[in-house]
């Protein structure tokens, strides 16, 4: 490998020329603690024209993300693209398939294929990282790989998803409606223009599918995933549970049983006091 790591980028949206912001503002830090310079030498998104509010013309540009992942001239490809097929699929097939490591955030590429990527890296020899997918804020993927990874987990459970967990903590202390308090969360970027994925619990469900095949060393079926999201979620429901001592928090769940996994997405009356009740607003937890 060369003195300089060179950086693939595939895909320049939020995230992506997020991390452009993060590498150029830390590139002193970063070159300390990796030994070397990590460079962004190449990158690919979909629209070349478009002004992202960097300089973008000293590096190679691909209209191909798969292309640009299997280039022998990067050394690692990052994949922050989205979705769970191609062409973030393809590509990151293909970098794997070259024999290059892989970094990723793309949980719903994992809930549906992490199982089959994680085989290729490990045929390839080479590896396939993916610590901003869940709780970005927390080391979790970490921790499950590599900290309690001669440990038996009997069960995990956590806030993971932020704008669930917005909506939530805001018609709790203000009062205020679910559809009123989504509209901000909108405004904010805290919420798509369709939240249902959101809302409807299934981008935890993905979250929890990636940390279920980490925590119980099994292959995760989504489908089999029980899902319920907070549309359903009233103020009196609040109020309610806030009489009874507790606040309402949509959890994802995964327990082992004798017979298999149980895995589940849904709002939970979590006691007040404990260090998940009291995670609010665009926070995530997870206890395992």
């Not at 002193?28 to 478009?50: C, H, M, P, Q, Y």
């Not at 308090?181 to 904010?188: M, N, P, R, T, Y």
Request: proline share 3%; glycine share 12%.
């Amino acid at each position: 490998m060369s003195k300089v790591l060179r950086l693939g980028i595939a895909g320049l949206g939020t995230v992506g020329t997020g991390v452009l912001d993060l590498l150029q503002a830390h590139a002193g830090a970063i070159a300390t603690r990796a030994g070397k310079k990590v460079e962004v030498t190449a990158v690919s998104a979909r629209d070349r024209s478009k002004n992202r509010g960097h300089d973008l013309s000293k590096l190679a540009w691909f209209d191909d993300a798969a292309s640009l992942a299997k280039s022998p001239d990067i050394d690692v490809f990052v994949e922050l693209i989205g979705g769970e097929a191609n062409p973030a699929k393809a590509a990151v097939e293909a970098a794997l398939g070259a024999g290059k490591p892989v970094i990723t955030a793309n949980k719903a590429l994992l809930a549906h294929h992490g199982t089959a990527l994680a085989r290729l890296a490990d045929a390839k020899g080479v590896a396939l990282n993916f610590e901003a997918s869940v709780a970005g804020g927390i080391p979790i993927i970490k921790t499950l790989r590599e900290g309690l990874a001669g440990n038996r987990v009997g069960k995990l459970f956590g806030i993971l998803n932020g704008t669930c967990n917005y909506i939530l903590t805001k018609m709790a202390n203000e009062g205020r409606s679910f559809a009123d308090v989504l509209k901000e969360a909108q405004s904010l970027g805290y919420a798509e223009a369709d939240p249902a994925f959101d809302v409807g619990g299934f981008d935890t469900a993905h979250k929890l599918a990636v940390l279920t095949g980490l925590a119980f060393g099994v292959e995760v079926n989504l489908a089999a995933i029980d899902i319920e999201g907070i549309e359903r979620v009233t103020l009196e429901d609040i109020r309610n549970a806030s009489e009874l001592g507790y606040k309402i928090k949509l959890l994802g769940v995964a327990v082992a049983h004798e017979e298999g996994i149980e895995q589940r997405v849904h709002p939970t009356l979590v006691p007040k006091g404990s260090p998940v009740s009291d995670t609010d607003g665009v926070f995530n937890a997870v206890v395992v």
